[in-house]
């Protein structure tokens, strides 16, 4: 690894050669960071299923908590 450094140091201006090191230091933190990013959207999607069956299923079996029992009478 240190030879791959050395070699982008002296064939490229200084300016270049951190440039390409930050860039690949980005690339790496994404290639290791993807993983992760996509078990925690598959994780929050599966929650978020799962509370719309929840929901879908109180909506079917009118468990409304009488929210929806709501009379045609004036308020008093």
């Known amino acids: 690894m240190d030879v791959y450094l ?11 050669g951190i440039a390409i090191l930050v860039f690949l230091g ?7 960071l993807l993983p992760l990013w996509v ?8 929650k978020i299923r799962d509370e719309i069956r929840r929901l879908a299923n109180q909506i079917e079996q009118g468990d409304w908590d009488g929210k929806s029992k709501r009379s045609s009478g004036p308020r008093d």
């Open 26 to 32: 980005i690339l790496l933190v994404i290639w290791l």
């Open 39 to 46: 078990l925690f959207i598959q994780w929050n999607t599966g």
């Open 6 to 16: 050395e070699q982008i140091f002296k064939e490229f201006p200084t300016g270049i």
